[in-house]
């Protein structure tokens, strides 16, 4: 259903059973940056009063799911920490070149989210069906179907604001990329990494 070319080794789960500290406070800055890209989409394309709409609706969601994942960390004693840098977003977002019309910006960046997302609900069915921890892997289960709808809705409305043939071949391309970018990651306890 998700279309990744190059699917999470299983291992990576034995890195964050050891780390769970650590991903839990990637993935709290995790949603925190989905709601700042839902927020910067309003901002840049306020036009697109559906995408708009949408937007608005995401930031609640990705805002709660940043609550609750940093519920969580305060759970288990712990405290958020500083943010540390995303080598998968960093690498994903050389793909496209800078520029291009306002329309191929945004679909760019909806391709970029579509793509962040269809990797989060992957990583998450993973945790959700192999993590020992099981209140986490429930967890897991839960946040993974909101990760699909993000997925799809962000392609959809690349299909819909883009030509839809040229996006297909850039969302083909895009998923290529990024399982050249995987063989090197899921040796870290991060969220992409």
Known sequence: MLGLKLPTDPRWVNIVEKNIKEILIDHAYCEQKATSTAISLIVSFPEYTELVQEMTALVKEEISHFKMVHDKIIER???LGRDRKD???IQLLSFFPKGGSRTTQLVHRLL????IEARSCERFRLLS???????LAEFYKNLMVSEANHYTMFL?????YGNRI?????WQELLTFE???????????????
């Not at 040229?166 to 850039?170: N, R, T």
């Not at 870290?188 to 990494?193: A, D, F, K, L, T």
Request: charged share 30%.
């Open 179 to 193: 399982a050249q970018i995987m063989k090197e990651l899921s040796k870290s306890e991060s969220i992409h990494g």
């Open 112 to 115: 970029y989210a579509a793509l």
């Open 156 to 160: 959809n409305f690349a299909r819909q």
């Open 129 to 135: 069906n192999e993590l020992e921890d099981k209140e």
């Open 166 to 170: 040229e996006v297909d071949q850039k």
């Open 77 to 79: 004693g712990w405290t």
């Open 87 to 89: 080598h998968y977003v």
